[in-house]
T-cell receptor, first 116, second 115 residues
Framework: NAGVTQTPKFRVLKTGQSMTLLCAQD?????MYWYRQDPGMGLRLIHY???????AKGEVPDGYNVSRLKKQNFLLGLESAAPSQTSVYFC???????????????FGAGTRLSVL | AQKVTQAQTEISVVEKEDVTLDCVYE???????LFWYKQPPSGELVFLIR??????QNEISGRYSWNFQKSTSSFNFTITASQVVDSAVYFC????????????FGQGTELSVKP
């Protein structure tokens, strides 16, 4: 019953460093998403993917890149981390739109990232 | 514009009180879906309920109930006889039929239930 797994759970970076967050899901979901959560702002969509090999920008994509080489994995990259990217990052997955219960997004446990 | 507003930033109640969390949404789409998620202190997001725009029936699940009113663009969440374990941040969210499933979240309401 793994569901959506995010690694790592915590990370501290220095300004300018790079890193990749990994999201893996075992529910055979077509859609995957990366959100960031900041105090008082709810969750905001960074990038998303509607299938293997496809990605699209969300509400706050600047400073991030993503890749979906395999259906079960969705990677979020920070090429040059900035203090403004200090946040909690959540990955989610869902079936495609339509059908009963098919667009419910299931979330990972989150990654807490601090950029100093 | 599509938007979700949770005007209550923080609510504090004493155990066994009933509490209602408000959610107001804005959309011009006729097909949309509304959700509530719970984020306990441990940090994960837990799905509670989904409602589509064509189904205005209220729903009850144990101590939880949801009131969906298209006339006022509201999807409120009531916890009856609150318990300490209900302490969490609750998010209301919205998605659309042609938007790749992207969720638009409200700011969240932090509920604190004191013994």
């Amino acid at each position: 019953n793994a569901g959506v797994t995010q690694t790592p759970k915590f990370r501290v970076l220095k300004t300018g460093q790079s890193m990749t967050l990994l999201c893996a899901q075992d529910m055979n979901h077509e859609y995957m998403y990366w959100y960031r959560q900041d105090p008082g702002m709810g969750l905001r969509l960074i990038h998303y993917s509607v299938g293997e090999g496809t990605t699209a920008k969300g509400e706050v994509p600047d400073g991030y890149n993503v890749s979906r080489l395999k259906k079960q994995n969705f990677l979020l990259g920070l090429e040059s981390a900035a203090p403004s990217q200090t946040s909690v990052y959540f990955c989610a997955s869902s079936y495609s739109i339509g059908g009963k219960g098919k667009n419910i997004q299931y979330f990972g446990a989150g990654t807490r990232l601090s950029v100093l | 514009a599509q938007k979700v507003t949770q005007a209550q930033t923080e609510i504090s109640v004493v155990e066994k009180e009933d509490v209602t969390l408000d959610c107001v949404y804005e959309t011009r789409d006729t097909t949309y879906y509304l959700f509530w998620y719970k984020q306990p202190p441990s940090g994960e997001l837990v799905f509670l309920i989904r409602r589509n725009s064509f189904d205005e029936q209220n729903e009850i699940s144990g101590r939880y109930s949801w009131n969906f009113q298209k006339s006022t663009s509201s999807f409120n969440f009531t916890i009856t006889a609150s318990q300490v374990v209900d302490s969490a941040v609750y998010f209301c969210a919205l998605t659309f039929g042609n938007q790749g499933g992207k969720l638009i979240f409200g700011q969240g309401t932090e509920l604190s239930v004191k013994p």
